[in-house]
């Protein structure tokens, strides 16, 4: 049981260029989720999905898009990478009965 | 709306008791807490639904008022592990998403 997985753990971009991020879980959870965390500063959702072929809009939205194609596997994409979009990257996963997220440990972004 | 945490920060010595409050202006369904350590992904601590209960984890504990739509976090007799920031996220309905606090930064000194 791997619990929540994120690919890759460390990225460096440049302004302009696209990419995608990959979230997986094994827990057969429903819910997922995308934050942001800067240096020195909490979590900021940035989309989410409560089921297979969802996905919703959180806090800070812009410049991102999602897919969840699969159950299991939620990716966030970014078309035109922004210095401003520097940041760890985090996933988690939750079932649909009221419980904690799982995190996933992380991706480390820098858009030069 | 982005809950409020207080205090922003706390210092510690080893021993010593902490409280850490979160509130929202809106009413909640349930309260999450989280403790992050520097580098790496929050772990989820404990969850509070409405009813008030008061739940514990090793010797953490959190209430839940609804009422007053406020959450506590209490950690007794600190240890040098419980340093980390902890985030509160308060949910406002069944299985809605939810935006965390800012974070309270505890440290534990020997």
């Known amino acids: ?112 | 709306q982005q809950p409020v945490q207080s205090p922003q920060a706390v210092i510690l010595r080893e021993g010593e008791d902490a409280v850490i409050n979160c509130s929202s202006s809106k009413a909640l369904y349930s309260v999450h807490w989280y403790r992050q350590k520097h580098g790496e992904a929050p772990v989820f601590l404990m969850i509070l639904l409405k009813g008030g209960e008061q739940k514990g984890h090793e010797k953490i504990s959190a209430s839940f008022n609804e009422k007053k739509q406020q959450s506590s976090l209490y950690l007794t007799a600190s240890q040098l592990s419980y340093s980390g920031t902890y985030f509160c996220g308060p949910t406002l309905n069944y299985g809605q998403n939810f935006v965390f606090g800012p974070g309270t930064r505890l440290s534990v000194l020997p």
């Open chain 1, 1 to 112: 049981n791997a619990g929540v997985t994120q690919t890759p753990k460390f990225r460096v971009l440049k302004t302009g260029q696209s990419m995608t991020l990959l979230c997986a879980q094994d827990m057969n959870h429903e819910y997922m989720y995308w934050y942001r965390q800067d240096p020195g500063m909490g979590l900021r959702l940035i989309h989410y999905s409560v089921g297979e072929g969802t996905t919703a809009k959180g806090e800070v939205p812009d410049g991102y898009n999602v897919s969840r194609l699969k159950k299991q596997n939620f990716l966030l994409g970014l078309e035109s990478a922004a210095p401003s979009q520097t940041s760890v990257y985090f996933c988690a996963s939750s079932p649909w009965t009221p419980t904690g997220w799982s995190f996933g440990p992380g991706t480390r972004l820098t858009v030069l």
